[in-house]
């Protein structure tokens, strides 16, 4: 069983910066490919980044590519957003996620691939 706790959400303007954080506890967190998910009011859940389980990979959704940034620090457990030139459309509850298996990031683009999920945190940029 893994636990997985998001933080750094919050409430920024258009064109700001965020970064939003992710710890995971229970188990070898480098045995996980991580991604983050994102979910708008009356939408559903969205692919957003992914990272293979030694961060050798990354992938994004093409909505977000070259603006957001995933890492990950396998020392500290962690997995890391970085969201920049945020837009009022990126507003959403983002959900850290972790996987199974050793495959490329671009295998975890979909929410079945994953077995655990944290909680989420509130991103809203305001234009």
């Known amino acids: 069983q893994v636990q997985l706790v998001e933080s750094g959400g919050g409430l920024v303007q258009a064109g700001d910066s965020l970064r939003l954080s992710c710890t995971a506890s229970?188990?070898?967190?480098?045995?996980?490919?991580m991604g983050w998910f994102r979910q708008a009011p009356g939408k559903e859940r969205e692919f957003v980044a992914a990272?293979?389980?030694?961060?050798?990979?990354?992938s994004y959704a093409d909505s977000v590519k070259g603006r957001f940034t995933i890492s990950r620090d396998n020392a500290k457990n962690t997995v890391n957003l970085q969201m920049n030139s945020l837009k009022p459309e990126d507003t959403a509850v983002y959900y850290c996620?972790?996987?199974?298996?050793?495959?490329?990031?671009?295998?975890?683009?979909?929410?079945?691939?994953?077995?655990?999920w944290g909680q989420g945190t509130q991103v809203t940029v305001s234009s």
């Open positions: 990272i293979s389980w030694s961060g050798g990979s990354t």
């Open positions: 996620a972790a996987g199974i298996g050793k495959a490329s990031a671009s295998w975890y683009i979909s929410l079945n691939k994953y077995n655990y």
């Open positions: 229970g188990h070898t967190f480098n045995n996980y490919p």
